[in-house]
């Protein structure tokens, strides 16, 4: 099994800047697609930005130009750095990838728990 914790999540005034962590660990052959996802109460969760294997990026028309994901692939890490932050940018982050897991080699997506990002006007 392997597993996703996020880290880096806290409460910033509008216009600041955080930035979030995801470490991967457990028993993992390797890591494909890593994505960040926000959640808010009452609304579906939303993918916010993406990096394959390969490193080729995708966002939300709504983050474009303000977040950067990236990813350390002998760490197991993927990062969302956000910037010009805005109070629609509150909730909860989810980090989500694409495992291969040993014996089977089958891919299986796993989530962590989240961590909070909260963005005062």
């Known amino acids: 099994q392997a597993q996703l914790v996020e880290s880096g999540g806290g409460l910033v005034q509008a216009g600041g800047s955080l930035r979030l962590s995801c470490a991967a660990s457990g028993s993992i052959v390797r890591i494909n697609d890593m994505r960040w996802y926000r959640q808010v109460p009452g609304n579906q969760r939303e993918l916010v930005a993406t990096?394959?294997?390969?490193?080729?990026?995708n966002y939300a028309d709504s983050v474009k130009g303000r977040f950067a994901i990236s990813r350390d692939y002998a760490k197991k890490m993927v990062y969302l750095q956000m910037s010009d932050l805005k109070f629609e940018d509150t909730g909860v982050y989810l980090c989500?990838?694409?495992?291969?897991?040993?014996?089977?080699?089958?891919?299986?997506?796993?989530w962590g728990q989240g961590t909070q990002v909260t963005v005062s006007s």
């Open positions: 989500n990838a694409d495992i291969e897991i040993p014996i089977s080699k089958a891919e299986h997506s796993y």
């Open positions: 990096i394959s294997r390969y490193g080729r990026t």
